[in-house]
C-alpha cells in the first residue's frame, strides 16, 4: 500500500508535485487557503505572468503536458532596452533558435497545472481550507474551513508547497528546527498594465471592414468586437521580447500577455530620497514616469489610478537548512524564495518537483531515503540560483547600460561557438540547460575571470585575441567539459 499524500498549497509547485504524485498512483490531497480560481474570479496574486525557462518546460514534457501548456505561451527572444530618451536596443538571450524564453499567465498556469492533477483520478483539491499548524510526533494537521470550526486530519506524508511565508516551515521552526534565514531586499516592487492598442482608424483602413462589430485583418482572421479576447490582438510594443527600462538604481519591466497587454513591474528602492516612500502623491508618480520612462508612460492612460490601486509588494530570499522534519518535506518557495531578477523562481520549484520524482523512482518510492538525499541535492542549487538572481538585479537595471557588458556578452557567444563543451554563457547555463544551478554559478565565476581578461583593451569582438582566448580556457576551464 502506497502511502497517503498531502500538500499543503496549490499555487504553481504543490499542483505540479500533485500531478507527479497521482500518475505514481498516490492518493493525493491538496488543501489551498484561497478560493479556486479555476472556478471563481480572483487575483492570481503577485506577478500575473512569469517568465516559463527550460528547467521548468523539462518536468511538464515528462508529464505529457506540454502541448496543452504551449497553448499559454509567449516567446520572449531576448530583451528590449528602451533608454531614458525611448530609443530602442535588442539584445538576444542566446544564439541558437530554441534559446528563447517563454511569457506565460501564473492563473492560466496553474489552472491547467491543476486539471491534469485531477485527470489522473488520484488528486482531490480542498480550497478554502488553510493549515494552521502541524503535529509531526502524531502526524496531524489542523486545517481552517472557512466559517467553520478547524478540523484535525492525519497524514502520511506531508508536503509545505504553501510559498514563502509558510505556515509547514514555521511548524518546523517551532520544533526546534534551525538555520532558515530570510533577507529582505531594500527594493520594492508594483504592477501596472501596458493595455493591448485598440486598431485606430489607420489600422482598420488597412482592413476589410465587414459590417459595423467585425473586421478582418490584414493577416485575414476575423476579430469581433465583443470577443472577450481578441484573437489576434495588437501589442503596443514588441511582443517577443521581455521589455526594460534599466535606470541605475531602479527599472521597469514588462512581458507580454496572451490578450495583447504586457504587465509592467516597477522595481523601486522601499525608502529614501526617490522611492516608494517618497512616491505619494498623483504629480510625484507622473514627474517620475515622464521624466524617466516617457515612452511607456504614453502607453498607460490609467496611470496614477493603477499605481494607487495596486499593492505594492516585498521581495526577499529564504533560505533554510534543513528541508525536511520527520515526514514532512518543503518544495518551491516553501524552501527557497529567491527574488524575481532572475526569473527562476517557479523554474527551481519545478525543477524540485523533477528531482522528488527521479529520486522516488531511484529508490523505489522509499520516501526516508529520498527526503534525506533530496535536501542535500537541492539546497545547494537553491542557494547558488538565490545568489545569481540577486546579481542578476544589478545586470538588469544597470549594467546592461555599459557597453562593456555588451562587449563581454559578445565575446561569451563567440567563446561559445569556437569551445561548445568548455564554455558556455552563465545566463544560457541558468536558463538553458540543466547544469545544476550551484555549477552554473562556480563555472560562472571562472568564465567572468576569463571575460574580464579579455574584453581588457578591445572594442569590439573582431579584436578578440582567440590565442589567448584558447590560452584561458585550457588553463581555468580545463577538460571540465560540458557534455
Ligand atoms: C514579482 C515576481 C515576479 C516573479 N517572476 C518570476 C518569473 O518570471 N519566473 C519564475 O520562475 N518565477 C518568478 N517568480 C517567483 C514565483 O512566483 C514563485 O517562485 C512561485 O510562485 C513559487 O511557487 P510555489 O507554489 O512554491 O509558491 P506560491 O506560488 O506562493 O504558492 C503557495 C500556495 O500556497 C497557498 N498557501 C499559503 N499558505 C497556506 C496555508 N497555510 N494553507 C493552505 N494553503 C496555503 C497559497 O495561497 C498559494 O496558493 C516571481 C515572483 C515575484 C514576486
Given at each position: 500500500?502506497?502511502q497517503?499524500i498531502t500538500i499543503i498549497g496549490?499555487g504553481?509547485v504543490g499542483?505540479?508535485m500533485?500531478?507527479?504524485?497521482?500518475?505514481?498512483?498516490?492518493?493525493?490531497?491538496?488543501y489551498?487557503?484561497?478560493?479556486?480560481?479555476?472556478?471563481?474570479?480572483?487575483?492570481?496574486?503577485?506577478?500575473?505572468?512569469?517568465?516559463?525557462?527550460?528547467?521548468?518546460?523539462?518536468?511538464?514534457?515528462?508529464?505529457?503536458?506540454?502541448?496543452?501548456?504551449?497553448?499559454?505561451?509567449?516567446?520572449?527572444?531576448?530583451?528590449?532596452?528602451?533608454?531614458?530618451?525611448?530609443?530602442?536596443?535588442?539584445?538576444?538571450?542566446?544564439?541558437?533558435?530554441?534559446?528563447?524564453?517563454?511569457?506565460?499567465?501564473?492563473?492560466?498556469?496553474?489552472?491547467?497545472?491543476?486539471?491534469?492533477?485531477?485527470?489522473?483520478?488520484?488528486?482531490?483539491?480542498?480550497?478554502?481550507?488553510q493549515l494552521n499548524w502541524v503535529d509531526f510526533d502524531n502526524n496531524l494537521i489542523e486545517i481552517?474551513?472557512?466559517?467553520?470550526?478547524?478540523?484535525l486530519v492525519s497524514f502520511d506524508i506531508l508536503l509545505g508547497a504553501d510559498g514563502a511565508p509558510s505556515k509547514v516551515r514555521n511548524s518546523f521552526e517551532n520544533n526546534g528546527v534551525k538555520g532558515v534565514t530570510f533577507d529582505l531586499?531594500?527594493?520594492?516592487?508594483?504592477?501596472?498594465?501596458?493595455?493591448?492598442?485598440?486598431?485606430?482608424?489607420?489600422?482598420?483602413?488597412?482592413?476589410?471592414?465587414?459590417?459595423?462589430?467585425?473586421?478582418?485583418?490584414?493577416?485575414?482572421?476575423?476579430?469581433?468586437?465583443?470577443?472577450?479576447?481578441?484573437?489576434?490582438?495588437?501589442?503596443?510594443?514588441?511582443?517577443?521580447?521581455?521589455?526594460?527600462?534599466?535606470?541605475?538604481?531602479?527599472?521597469?519591466?514588462?512581458?507580454?500577455?496572451?490578450?495583447?497587454?504586457?504587465?509592467?513591474?516597477?522595481?523601486?528602492?522601499?525608502?529614501?530620497?526617490?522611492?516608494?516612500?517618497?512616491?505619494?502623491?498623483?504629480?510625484?508618480?507622473?514627474?517620475?514616469?515622464?521624466?524617466?520612462?516617457?515612452?511607456?508612460?504614453?502607453?498607460?492612460?490609467?496611470?496614477?489610478?493603477?499605481?494607487?490601486?495596486?499593492?505594492?509588494?516585498?521581495?526577499g530570499t529564504i533560505r533554510c537548512q534543513q528541508w525536511h522534519y520527520k515526514n514532512t518535506l518543503l518544495i518551491g518557495d516553501s524552501a527557497h524564495a529567491v527574488?524575481?531578477?532572475?526569473?527562476?523562481g517557479?523554474?527551481c520549484g519545478?525543477?524540485d518537483?523533477?528531482e522528488l520524482?527521479?529520486l522516488?523512482?531511484?529508490?523505489?518510492?522509499n520516501w526516508q531515503k529520498v527526503m534525506d538525499l533530496y535536501t542535500d541535492i537541492r539546497r545547494p542549487n537553491a542557494n547558488a540560483i538565490a545568489?545569481?538572481?540577486?546579481?542578476?538585479?544589478?545586470?538588469?537595471?544597470?549594467?546592461?547600460?555599459?557597453?562593456?557588458?555588451?562587449?563581454?556578452?559578445?565575446?561569451?557567444?563567440?567563446?561559445?561557438?569556437?569551445?561548445?563543451?568548455?564554455?558556455?554563457?552563465?545566463?544560457?547555463?541558468?536558463?538553458?540547460?540543466?547544469?545544476?544551478?550551484?555549477?552554473?554559478?562556480?563555472?560562472?565565476?571562472?568564465?567572468?575571470?576569463?571575460?574580464?581578461?579579455?574584453?581588457?583593451?578591445?572594442?569590439?569582438?573582431?579584436?578578440?585575441?582567440?590565442?589567448?582566448?584558447?590560452?584561458?580556457?585550457?588553463?581555468?576551464?580545463?577538460?571540465?567539459?560540458?557534455?
Open positions: 500500500m502506497k497517503h496549490a504553481l499542483s505540479m500533485s500531478i507527479y504524485l497521482g500518475q505514481r498512483g498516490y492518493k493525493v490531497d491538496v489551498e487557503k484561497l478560493p479556486d480560481i479555476r472556478k471563481e474570479d480572483i487575483s492570481a496574486g503577485r506577478s500575473i505572468n512569469l517568465a516559463l525557462a527550460n528547467r521548468g518546460i523539462r518536468p511538464m514534457q515528462q508529464l505529457g503536458i506540454m502541448n496543452k501548456v504551449e497553448k499559454l505561451l509567449i516567446p520572449m527572444k531576448g530583451r528590449m532596452i528602451h533608454d531614458i530618451e525611448g530609443k530602442l536596443q535588442f539584445q538576444s538571450y542566446g544564439q541558437k533558435p530554441e534559446e528563447v524564453i517563454y511569457s506565460v499567465s501564473r492563473g492560466g498556469l496553474v489552472s491547467l497545472l491543476r486539471d491534469e492533477a485531477e485527470a489522473t483520478g488520484n488528486v482531490s483539491f480542498h480550497f478554502k481550507q481552517q474551513q472557512q466559517d467553520q470550526s478547524p478540523k531586499l531594500d527594493h520594492s516592487y508594483k504592477e501596472l498594465t501596458i493595455p493591448a492598442r485598440s486598431m485606430d482608424k489607420s489600422m482598420r483602413s488597412e482592413s476589410l471592414i465587414l459590417d459595423e462589430n467585425s473586421i478582418i485583418n490584414t493577416q485575414n482572421k476575423k476579430i469581433n468586437d465583443s470577443d472577450p479576447i481578441d484573437p489576434n490582438p495588437l501589442f503596443a510594443i514588441d511582443k517577443n521580447s521581455l521589455h526594460i527600462w534599466p535606470r541605475g538604481e531602479y527599472m521597469l519591466i514588462a512581458l507580454p500577455n496572451l490578450d495583447g497587454s504586457f504587465t509592467v513591474t516597477l522595481f523601486l528602492p522601499s525608502k529614501g530620497e526617490l522611492s516608494f516612500e517618497t512616491i505619494t502623491a498623483k504629480e510625484s508618480v507622473v514627474a517620475l514616469f515622464k521624466t524617466k520612462f516617457k515612452d511607456a508612460t504614453d502607453l498607460m492612460p490609467e496611470l496614477t489610478e493603477m499605481f494607487f490601486d495596486n499593492p505594492t509588494g516585498m521581495l527574488v524575481p531578477f532572475h526569473g527562476q517557479m523554474n519545478f525543477e518537483c523533477y520524482n527521479a522516488l523512482d531511484e529508490h523505489k518510492d545568489d545569481m538572481a540577486l546579481e542578476n538585479y544589478i545586470e538588469m537595471r544597470d549594467s546592461v547600460r555599459d557597453p562593456k557588458f555588451h562587449l563581454k556578452k559578445a565575446i561569451a557567444f563567440e567563446l561559445e561557438n569556437q569551445f561548445p563543451k568548455q564554455f558556455i554563457p552563465r545566463y544560457s547555463m541558468v536558463m538553458f540547460h540543466h547544469i545544476p544551478y550551484a555549477e552554473a554559478q562556480a563555472r560562472g565565476l571562472v568564465q567572468a575571470d576569463i571575460l574580464n581578461q579579455l574584453s581588457e583593451g578591445i572594442d569590439g569582438v573582431k579584436e578578440l585575441d582567440f590565442g589567448l582566448a584558447e590560452v584561458l580556457i585550457d588553463k581555468l576551464v580545463g577538460d571540465v567539459i560540458f557534455e
